[in-house]
């Protein structure tokens, strides 16, 4: 095998580790280095250093300690079947240039990843060596992301826990039967039951509001996760049962979606096309409505077809134009749960609208003003000088929202 | 006409003081200006006096300093002036900034929004290049080019994140320093001033490329976050333009080529999994008649378990804990939220009441063999939160099995069903807990069963009267265990 230089393996680990979508930097406990003379913060609120031509936020340095991997997952770039170019960091190199990295402010911390090499201990333990050295070392106060291995020894998941600022585990499927069928080695259970020891880990060191001294944080920043959506049958129902499921049951703080995007020398049982770009998009946007918007997962999935969501309107706007019963909304009255329930209306303008109602009645100007965008509103509210008529219940109302260009809005196959 | 005079384009304090001064001389926006540094005042402009000692003190709403801080770091160059008329429209409408559709608030709040921007860009976007320093050692300077008045805003933040560095930050109107004790401003600076390379730059570029994953490309999404106005001054941006000419090619080529054959690595790592796969007995399933051995082996085998819709949602089978041979078993209905979890029964909130209960009677629980009628959480989810659902017939039906091997396995003097759920798949048969509480039952020659409430209806009665009552009884229960079973007596 030839020697590899350094640049070469960083392009090799790095492009390993693009297909993880998290680039998340928030969520940490505040810290500094004003008093440690040391190097790197974190202030809650993440920082997007760059940003690639694929629109993705560059914040942590994201590589893999190694893409050597013993696993064969499908769909996964660094499968053990896949002829893919390897290599391997050592732990001293990924301190050296996260450290180089972070005192140039390209980064806010490191997102450490791993192919499974001899075993998930021996892997974990590499990475945790890696966390240990910034923190212990290098009077590291950065960001620290580390992607867990669901059967790693618990001793080695609670040193992970507190260095790292997020720990992550990968769920990976929609469901368990097809993470079985794509990822013969992984055990949606052990992920499962990972996923719940993180979640225990968390909430005993969070202490109790009237504590005096509060443990020392275990990941902060909490757990999250990620779901590969197209590479696989399920629909969008599946995906956001899942994601239901996973908020619920672990308390996480994201579930990323990437949607499934051809890799070098691909698996043929895998589709041949670009990625559902779009489709990851509304599953964000249905994530966001449950999360933020008091909507149930059957609301949003309920009246489409096949369990999938439509391409060519928003979650919400679908919604709405199912629901036409319920609108319009009278913004001057309206409890806060209604207006968020308004398409067009986002948190941020219905804490406006209620804070300005206080003090004048609203008018459609007023509304204008304080939204994105009223065409899209228009239709669902009632104001002082305004009421839709007819235009709320009118035919062509869901038409009238769907771009020209993007009719019609299915993703497009290469061949 | 009054003139007052600041300091540097962002001296809040400088306006802060000026504003203060013209609202106690009661003086209207109309009648003050504001110049920066040398610039000339207008032509009659007087400067602002001391105020009168004994003028009222203005108030003003707690938001209202830290956006007048943020407009004062605004390129508006109407910015000081805005900010006393907003001051001085607050002095007579108290609720204005509630008011967001007010012309004024709305102004405000884009320029807010514009400086924070600008702020949090120039946290991102600046890019140090280091150079070694005969006097300081290794020193990290950077060129930038904020768009609003934002150096003096933002430097405390790089002070806090490179405390153990020493660092400047050059921009064309004024200059951040850092010596690794103190922050100061000095004039601004020119491009040239700053180092013209880093060798870290090669890497970065690298990582840059490598990450950018060319089958999705989105160039919009990247220049809303990214504006162009700022690439100058960041080495890595000039990839984009080759990334995204060649974005098409590349995905292509990933379509196009055909799957190579696995490699001799991967199979070699495929036949030792093989060998060790047909060393290892396959574990054995519910379905399968043969009844498990040992309570370990029932343990392994429930693990598996998909007998019934529950193990979907749920983490993981939570079965029995407790000596293969305790003189009793305890029964409770399923695992809660906490015991899904933990994958132990008895853990949560009613497993504490149900401690509390065995310690007053003077009961070792690890004597005790303790599990659950229905052995996966069976729950709704609501958002955050886990809705405990009652387990239906059919279910209990189903996971009596596994009470039956836990049964036979440990063959127990006594058997506690703590709520109707556990008495029913002890009996095998729904039972009131009015009918059959307290009462000692024959079940064949060997084993009696005592039926009790299960300790999370203590937890969920509101009143304090009643749940002392119960808990009393439930204690009164606990204590007829313990002269049925002496052996678990504590010590």
Not at chain 1, 35 to 48: A, D, F, L, R
Not at chain 1, 69 to 86: K, L, P, T
Not at chain 1, 156 to 168: K, Q, T
Not at chain 1, 254 to 266: E, K, L, T
Request: with cysteine; hydrophobic share 40%.
């Amino acid at each position: 095998m030839p020697v590899l230089d350094f640049r070469q393996k960083l392009a090799i680990l790095s492009d390993a580790a693009k297909y993880d979508a998290s680039c998340a930097s928030s969520g940490a406990a505040g810290r500094n280095s004003a008093k440690s003379k040391g190097i790197g913060s974190t202030e809650g609120s993440g920082i997007c250093h760059a940003y690639a031509p694929d629109g993705r936020c560059i914040s942590l340095l994201k590589i893999l300690l190694t893409n050597f991997c013993v696993y064969d997952c499908v769909y996964c770039i660094n499968r053990s079947s896949s002829n893919v170019s390897r290599a391997r960091f050592s732990v001293e190199e990924v301190v050296a240039l996260t450290m180089n990295f972070y005192r140039r402010n390209y980064i806010e911390g490191l997102f450490l990843s791993s192919g499974i090499i001899k075993s998930s201990d021996y892997t974990m333990e590499e990475m945790v060596r890696v966390a240990r050295k910034l923190r212990l070392e290098e009077n590291f106060s950065g960001y620290i992301h580390l992607k867990t291995i669901p059967d790693a020894s618990p001793a080695l998941l609670e040193e992970a826990g507190l260095f790292a600022d997020r720990l992550s585990v990968n769920i990976e499927m929609p469901t368990d039967v097809t993470l079985s069928a794509l990822a013969p080695e992984k055990d949606a259970r052990d992920i499962r039951r990972s996923m719940g020891h993180l979640r225990a880990k968390i909430e005993e060191h969070r202490g109790e509001k009237r504590d005096r001294t509060k443990p020392r944080r275990f990941s902060a920043g909490g757990q999250s996760t990620q779901m590969i959506v197209g590479a696989d049958q399920s629909s969008d129902d599946d995906v956001l049962t899942r994601s239901e499921n996973l908020y619920g049951n672990y308390r996480l703080s994201r579930v990323y979606y990437s949607a499934f995007s051809p890799i070098p020398d691909s698996s043929s049982r895998l589709p041949l096309a670009k990625p559902p770009l779009m489709r990851e998009h509304r599953l964000y946007q249905a994530d966001w409505l449950m999360r933020f918007y008091g909507f149930q997962r059957a609301e949003i999935v309920s009246g489409g077809e096949g369990g999938m969501l439509d391409l060519a309107v928003d979650p919400k706007l679908a919604w709405a134009l199912r629901n036409r019963a319920s609108f319009p909304v009278d913004v001057n009255r309206a409890d806060r749960e209604m207006l968020l329930r308004v398409p067009g209306l986002g948190t941020r303008a219905v804490k406006r609208i209620l804070s300005t109602r206080r003090h004048r009645t609203l008018r459609l100007d007023d509304v204008a003003r304080l939204c994105q965008s009223i065409a899209k509103v228009r239709p669902f509210i009632t104001a002082l000088d305004w009421s839709p008529g007819g235009l709320t219940d009118c035919a062509g109302l869901r038409e009238s929202f769907v771009p020209k260009a993007k009719r019609p809005a299915s993703q497009l196959e290469l061949f | 006409m009054f003139n007052a005079r600041l300091a540097f384009p962002a001296d809040f304090d400088g306006w802060r003081e000026a504003a203060r001064r013209a609202l106690k001389g009661q003086i209207p926006p109309e009648a003050l200006s504001f110049s920066v540094g040398e610039e000339a005042p207008g032509l009659f402009a007087e400067e602002l006096l001391p105020p009168d000692p004994g003028a009222a003190q203005p108030t003003v709403p707690k938001a209202f300093p830290e956006l007048a801080r943020k407009l004062i770091c605004h390129a508006d160059p109407d910015r000081f002036d805005f900010a006393y008329r907003l001051l001085w429209r607050l002095q007579r409408e108290k609720g204005l900034l509630e008011i967001a559709s007010d012309q004024d608030i709305l102004r405000a709040a884009e320029m807010e929004k514009a400086v924070r921007r600008d702020s949090h860009k120039m946290k991102a976007f600046v890019r140090f290049r280091e150079i070694e320093d005969a006097e300081i050692g290794r020193h990290s300077v950077a060129w930038f080019e904020p768009f609003h008045h934002t150096v003096e805003y933002t430097a405390p933040f790089f002070a806090r994140r490179f405390a153990g560095m020493v660092w400047t930050i050059l921009t064309p109107e004024r200059t951040a320093h850092w010596n690794g004790e103190e922050l100061t401003f000095l004039p601004g600076a020119t491009r040239d001033m700053a180092p013209a390379d880093d060798d870290m730059e090669a890497l970065w570029l690298t990582y840059y490329a490598s990450i950018f994953n060319p089958a999705r490309l989105k160039v919009k999404a990247m220049t809303a976050e990214m504006p162009k106005k700022y690439w100058a001054n960041m080495p890595e941006t000039a990839l984009i333009k080759p990334l995204i000419a060649g974005a098409e090619a590349a995905t292509r080529r990933m379509l196009e080529t055909a799957p190579t054959l696995p490699t001799l690595r991967d199979e070699r790592l495929k036949e030792r999994r093989a060998m060790k796969a047909t060393s290892m007995p396959a574990a054995p399933g519910f379905a399968e008649d043969a009844a498990p051995q040992s309570v370990a082996e029932a343990r392994e085998r429930a693990a598996d378990c998909r007998a019934c819709p529950l193990w979907e949602p749920a983490t993981q089978t939570v079965f029995g804990k407790g000596p293969d041979d305790a003189p009793v078993i305890f029964v409770g209905e399923q695992p809660g939220d906490q015991e899904d979890i933990a994958g132990e029964p008895f853990v949560g909130p009613a497993g504490k009441v149900f401690d509390q209960a065995l310690a007053a009677a003077g009961i070792d629980r690890s004597q005790a063999y303790v599990t659950n009628a229905v052995k996966h959480f069976k729950f709704e989810p609501r958002g955050k939160r886990r809705i405990h659902a009652k387990p239906n017939t059919g279910e209990i039906r189903i996971c009596r099995w596994w009470l039956d091997q836990e049964r036979a396995l440990i063959a127990p003097k006594l058997i506690v069903a703590l709520g109707a759920t556990a008495a029913q798949a002890v009996l095998g048969k729904s039972v009131t807990i009015k009918a059959t509480r307290s009462k000692l039952i024959d079940l064949d020659d060997r084993t009696q069963l005592l039926v009790t409430v299960h300790p999370s209806y203590i937890l969920r009665l509101p009143d304090q009267a009643a749940k002392d009552r119960e808990t009393q009884a439930f204690q009164a229960d606990m204590a007829l265990v313990l002269e049925t079973v002496p052996e678990l007596a504590v010590g």
